[in-house]
């Protein structure tokens, strides 16, 4: 049986990185994108990772080309771009697709894990049905940039979240979960 902690990615500057490394650690999963309008969000996600990082949480960061083609960059560039405009600490790794035929692996089981964003419906994500009309998506497929994956420390895939839900809506349950 296939587990969070099987996965190994390489990071946006090549390096090899095996989940595993993260066991005992809250992780926030999120697809992300530079030149979209939910990009303000590495605000928050970098505000998170600053507060919270020496209790256990971490973020996982990964960039994904996908939706409107929003993150044109090559990965080391992207991770510069990421550093230098939001001021990112957090590992980001190598562009990856998240939908489709060619879907990472590891975004495969994770909406296996959380087929379905949690949380109200909101305007916006009305809007980002809109904006992505026209291209096939299965019933469990990521919907858009900045879809949020909560991870436990035993690795479980607790909850998945809707791209208009941001970082910092997140607060309460990363709380609980670093308890």
């Known amino acids: 049986m296939t587990q969070l902690y099987d996965f190994t990615l390489n990071t946006a500057s090549g390096e090899s990185k095996n989940l ?3 066991r005992g650690k809250v992780l926030l999963i999120v697809n992300t994108a530079t030149r979209c309008g939910l990009t303000p969000q ?3 996600l970098q505000s ?6 020496e209790q256990g949480l971490e973020i996982l960061d990964f960039p994904c080309n996908q939706f409107r083609e929003q ?3 090559a990965s080391a560039e992207y991770a510069q771009v990421c550093q230098m405009k939001f001021g990112t600490q957090f590992t980001i790794f ?4 998240v939908n489709g035929d060619h879907a990472n692996p590891l975004y495969v089981y994770l909406k296996q894990q959380q087929p379905e964003d949690k949380g109200d419906f909101k305007f916006k994500d009305l809007l980002l049905r809109l904006a992505s009309l026209g291209e096939e998506r299965g019933a469990s ?4 940039n900045f879809t949020k994956f909560l991870v436990n420390r035993d690795g479980e895939v607790v909850a998945r979240f809707a791209p208009s839900t941001t970082p910092l809506e997140l607060e ?5 979960l670093l308890n």
């Open 20 to 22: 595993g490394d993260y």
């Open 172 to 176: 309460d349950e990363i709380k609980v």
């Open 94 to 97: 190598d562009k990856l697709d």
């Open 71 to 73: 993150a044109p960059e």
């Open 141 to 144: 497929d990521i919907k858009w």
């Open 48 to 53: 998170l990772y600053a507060k919270y990082r």
């Open 42 to 44: 590495y605000e928050q």
